[in-house]
């Protein structure tokens, strides 16, 4: 399976400090996704970086991949309490980029 | 845009019964997915659709379980009939490639069943 793996399963900071989540896959990939969940919510999704790719920015959003190691990270900066939600990476298969295998996400609470 | 529709947003419903969960994607989008999420299993991809046709059905857990979209416009979730192991949020998401295979997805706001 490719499924994503995200570590911490859960995760508290303070508001303004950054928060730093990763994912980890077992098979080469076309694309790999970060979404968001708020409680309640659909999936809304944030960023998409090219398995060429090592590196993207989208306003407070870092992410980085590394193919080598099978593995991404999702860096949020001077976070914000409406940040408190649940994040999930996806990996789209290098022979069927249509479908995303979800990892099962890490809670991310930002306290005031 | 109105975003992915689905509908009904709960449905309470006995086990035994017929549910049906629909979904209107985003117009233009010719791939439409069907996701049940669970606390035990997390998000699970049921089937999806490529231009109306079904491409991938491996995680329709059981017979109980069919998926039809007549149009581009409109899927149902058919569980007939239903028990309570069915009791999960299932959402409906649609996408469009970009370029080179890039999808990403755009999710309805789901429907919460439960069943008794």
């Known amino acids: 399976s490719q499924q994503g793996e995200e570590d911490p399963q859960a995760l508290s900071i303070q508001e303004g400090e950054n928060a730093t989540m990763n994912c980890s896959y077992k098979t080469s990939i076309n694309n790999l996704q970060w979404y968001r969940q708020n409680s309640g919510r659909g999936l809304v999704h944030l960023i998409l970086?090219?398995?060429?790719?090592r590196e993207k920015h989208s306003g407070r959003l870092r992410v980085t991949l590394d193919t080598s190691k099978k593995s991404s990270s999702l860096l949020i900066t001077a976070s914000r309490a409406a940040d408190t939600a649940s994040y999930f990476c996806?990996?789209?298969?290098?022979?069927?980029?249509?479908?995303?295998?979800f990892g099962q996400g890490t809670r991310l609470t930002i306290n005031p | 845009d109105a975003g992915v529709i689905q509908s009904p947003r709960h449905e309470v419903t006995e086990m035994g019964q017929e549910v049906t969960l629909r979904c209107k994607p985003i117009?233009?989008?010719?791939?439409l997915f069907w996701y049940r999420q669970t606390m035990m299993r997390g998000l699970e991809l049921l089937i999806y659709?490529?231009?109306?046709?079904?491409?991938?059905d491996s995680g329709m857990p059981e017979d109980r379980f069919s998926a039809k979209m007549p149009n581009a416009s409109f899927s149902t979730l058919k569980i007939q009939p239903s028990e309570p192991r069915d009791s999960a949020v299932y959402f409906c998401a649609s996408s469009q490639s970009r370029d080179r295979g890039l999808y990403e997805q755009y999710f309805g706001p789901g429907t919460r069943l439960t069943v008794t």
């Open positions: 996806a990996t789209a298969g290098r022979w069927g980029a249509q479908k995303l295998v």
């Open positions: 117009s233009g989008h010719n791939s």
């Open positions: 970086i090219r398995s060429n790719e």
């Open positions: 659709f490529n231009n109306n046709v079904p491409i991938d």
